[in-house]
């Protein structure tokens, strides 16, 4: 039986993940501090007998170390997300997500793991020149979060290279679906709109939306990180996309709703759309839902953000103060 352990397996994507895993018969170790209260997330699979969950910070090794005990395939996914914060405590985000890889990178050596799939961030490619954009483009990190990721994406690549981990790193593009974020910062577009929508409050539309994003459904992406895990390639950085790339209108015009326009902020790309033929050809992966398909599940769940923070022009001014005040000219 495959040992396979998540970092950040109650979050986000690392509970979808955990969730695949487990039901492709693997034993599944979750890692995680629980800093987003999450352990909400893991309730359908934690009574599973291949289950266990150990709550630990990827910053501190010591409370690590134990829970790698003769695994096989580590994903990692614990990380700090989020643009603003990023700018407002990079020191936060350094200890979390480089840090906090390194740690992570150890404990996968000297346990003689077999494979780490690293949880990368598209946002590293900044603004991008090329669309789709290939895993070739220059790498412009804009504000702190993207660097950082990057910065994890490099030393895992570099684990591989010295000390013959075998390491896929995957760049994630606008990763949207169920049990995304419902509390806390002002964050990804999806959990903004959809409380907008249970409050009846209008959208709050950036620029003109006319801007597009590669957005790429969660089970999707699980099943990318498990074909990464099941795979013979070493060394290499994979984007995992859509496919596609959809404008914010078309999210609008899908959600139905009314909206509301807000001034459009430095440093955000006005497309994001993945080249996908690497992971395509490496690792045979190309994603199933479609965007239509996937905004119709977050509509059926739309009630599981009814306690999320209901943003509108005037708070997201206060909380993305920081994003002008250092990323304008
Ligand atoms: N967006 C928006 N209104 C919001 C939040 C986001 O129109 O209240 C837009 C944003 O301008 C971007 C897209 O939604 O074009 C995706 O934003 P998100 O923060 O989810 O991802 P990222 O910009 O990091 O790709």
Redesign the pocket.
């Known amino acids: 039986m495959t040992k396979a352990l998540v970092t950040g397996g109650a979050g986000f994507i690392g509970s979808h993940l955990a969730e695949l895993l487990i039901s492709e018969g693997c034993e599944v170790i979750v890692v995680d501090n629980l800093t987003s209260g999450r352990m909400s997330n893991l309730s359908s699979i934690a009574e599973h007998a291949g289950f266990t969950f150990i709550d630990a910070d990827i910053r501190d090794i010591a409370s690590l170390k134990p829970a790698f005990k003769d695994v096989d395939w580590v994903f990692h996914l614990a990380g700090l997300a989020d643009?603003v914060p990023s700018i407002e405590m990079p020191g936060q985000y350094f200890s979390t997500n480089v840090t906090g890889t390194f740690n992570v990178l150890e404990c996968a050596r000297n346990a003689g793991a077999e494979r780490i799939v690293y949880a990368a961030s598209?946002?590293s490619y900044g603004i991008p020149e090329v669309y789709p954009t290939p895993e070739t483009s220059p790498i412009q990190p804009q504000y702190p979060y993207a660097l950082t990721k990057y910065m994890g994406e490099e030393l895992t690549l570099h684990w591989a290279q010295v000390y013959g981990l075998d390491a896929i790193s995957l760049r994630l593009?606008?990763v949207?679906g169920t049990r995304s974020r419902t509390s806390g910062a002002?964050?990804?577009?999806?959990g903004?709109?959809l409380a907008?929508k249970l409050s009846g409050r209008p959208?709050?539309?950036?620029?003109d939306?006319q801007?597009?994003?590669d957005f790429t459904y969660v089970t999707d992406v699980a099943q990318a990180f498990l074909a990464a895990a099941q795979s013979h390639v070493s060394g290499e950085a994979m984007n995992v996309g859509s496919g596609g790339t959809f404008s914010?209108n078309r999210?609008v015009e899908l959600l139905g709703g009314e909206v509301e326009f807000?001034p459009?902020?430095p440093g955000?790309?006005?497309c994001?759309f993945a080249d996908i033929n690497k992971i395509n050809t490496l690792l045979g992966w190309r994603a199933r839902i479609s965007f239509e398909e996937g905004v119709g599940h977050m509509l059926e769940h739309i009630t599981d953000w009814r306690d999320a923070p209901v943003?509108d022009p005037k708070s997201?001014d206060q909380a993305t103060e920081a994003w002008f005040q250092y990323l304008g000219d």
């Open positions: 643009i598209s946002s593009f606008n949207y002002y964050g990804a577009v999806f903004v709109f907008q959208f709050t539309v950036v620029g939306g801007q597009t994003r914010i999210l807000i459009k902020r955000e790309p006005d994001t943003w997201i």
